[in-house]
């Protein structure tokens, strides 16, 4: 099995946490503080808990989990305070908005298109391409994490964003060779739904077993999610007013589990859902996942996460298959598209998911995804190599576990 090594610098500064015995001692991640200290710093005190019912003890059950289970070492403690107060301090300001500007939840969110699928489907390059759409509108990197505009210039905010988005491939180098996070890229939902500490950001990132328990028994705050999830798109349209509203296209494999909460927020949307060779995608997930949670923790028990990842993702493929058939979704308002048939032939297969999707193909759109893809090569940044023997998991048994969505599908083997 491949090991995860730090690089010098990540090594050296954890030792500083192992010298005095626990990287606690050293960065703190007590949830009072850290919100008490939010307020200080912004001058605001409405956290939004009337109008977000549970948002407070789910914030602060989860910080007690990274605090005490996911076994942080001293440059994860340093991140994650960082981005749990910014965090903070955000919420602060957007629940200051929401409440003095009225004006902003009458912006329209009409039939949003999203992607959605296990991740290492795809989704990333399809919502790039997608995006390059002068009809569609995704969230950029840098808007997602400072989403109002006065929290600086775009120049400023782009800047200030670096820190949780390139940041990631100086802790761990090999990760640019997996997925590419840059501040004016098109982003994830799972990066403006941090604001709910439910958020699917979450839980990619720390190993939580007492809260994701906890979670799994009190569902009902996915709908908290949602409603955040227009609320921040809201956001983005009155910070950035766009002289031709668009459709909004988003993007999530999170929104894969969830898709009956997402249809009851957004009846009308469209959905493309992707697909791909389980073999392929649940290697490359649970090497990627490592990877991310290893930029914080030396913890990670890569089979073990293998083996829940595989589980999880039977459990989302088929229980949306049952969605599909039986009507708990609307099955009409999906389609679906496959990894192998993008990447043969991008502008064909994007073709036929727009017919599929009744959307207008723009004049001269073949050359612009062509230009855009040869500028950006697969492997522009080193080669991502992994294998389910890297990841302790056996060939036969991804087989027999992903056989029915594999069939219902009609996915090739990669």
Not at 48 to 53: C, I, S
Not at 100 to 110: C, R
Not at 347 to 353: G, P
Request: glycine share 6%; proline share 6%; with cysteine.
């Amino acid at each position: 099995m491949k090991e995860l090594q730090h690089p010098d610098w990540v090594r050296r500064l954890n030792l500083f946490g192992d010298a005095v015995g626990d990287a606690s001692r050293v960065v703190g991640l007590d949830a009072d503080e850290l919100l008490a200290l939010a307020r200080e710093t912004t001058g605001l005190d409405d956290i939004g808990e009337l109008d977000w019912p549970g948002w407070t003890e789910t914030y602060q059950r989860l910080l007690h989990s990274i605090d005490t289970e996911s076994r942080l070492h001293l440059l994860g403690r340093v991140v994650t305070r960082s981005e749990v107060l910014r965090v903070l301090q955000t919420r602060l300001q957007l629940q200051q908005r929401w409440s003095t500007t009225p004006a902003l939840l009458a912006n329209p969110v009409d039939e949003p298109l999203f992607v959605v699928g296990p991740p290492r489907t795809g989704t990333t390059i399809l919502l790039e391409l997608l995006a390059l759409d002068p009809q569609l509108r995704a969230p950029i990197a840098y808007e997602a994490l400072y989403p109002l505009t006065s929290m600086g210039s775009v120049a400023r905010r782009l800047e200030l964003s670096e820190s949780e988005q390139e940041f990631w491939a100086d802790i761990h180098p090999e990760f640019l060779t997996m997925h590419e996070l840059a501040s004016n890229l098109p982003c994830e939902c799972v990066h403006f739904l941090m604001y709910d500490f439910s958020g699917p950001y979450w839980g990619m990132i720390y190993d939580t077993p007492a809260f994701t328990g906890w979670q799994l028994e009190h569902l009902e705050s996915l709908g908290r999610v949602y409603r955040l999830h227009r609320r921040m798109l809201q956001t983005f349209a009155h910070e950035a007013p766009d002289p031709a509203p668009r459709r909004w296209l988003l993007k999530s494999p999170f929104h894969v589990a969830s898709l009956p909460a997402l249809f009851t927020e957004y009846p009308d949307a469209r959905v493309i859902h992707t697909h791909r060779d389980p073999r392929k995608f649940l290697a490359s997930l649970v090497s990627i996942l490592s990877a991310v949670r290893f930029m914080r923790s030396d913890a990670v028990d890569v089979p073990a996460l293998a083996a829940v990842m595989e589980l999880t993702y039977q459990m989302y493929l088929d229980g949306t298959i049952a969605q599909r058939v039986d009507g708990a979704v609307p099955d009409d308002r999906i389609v679906d598209l496959h990894f192998v048939e993008l990447m043969a032939d991008p502008v064909a297969s994007l073709r036929r998911t727009y017919e599929q999707l009744t959307l207008e193909w723009p004049a001269g759109h073949d050359g612009v995804i062509t230009r855009y893809l040869r500028d950006k090569p697969k492997g522009k940044h080193g080669t991502h190599a992994y294998s389910l023997t890297d990841v302790g998991l056996d060939d036969g048994s991804v087989r027999e576990t992903f056989k029915h969505y594999v069939a219902h599908y009609g996915i090739r083997e990669e």
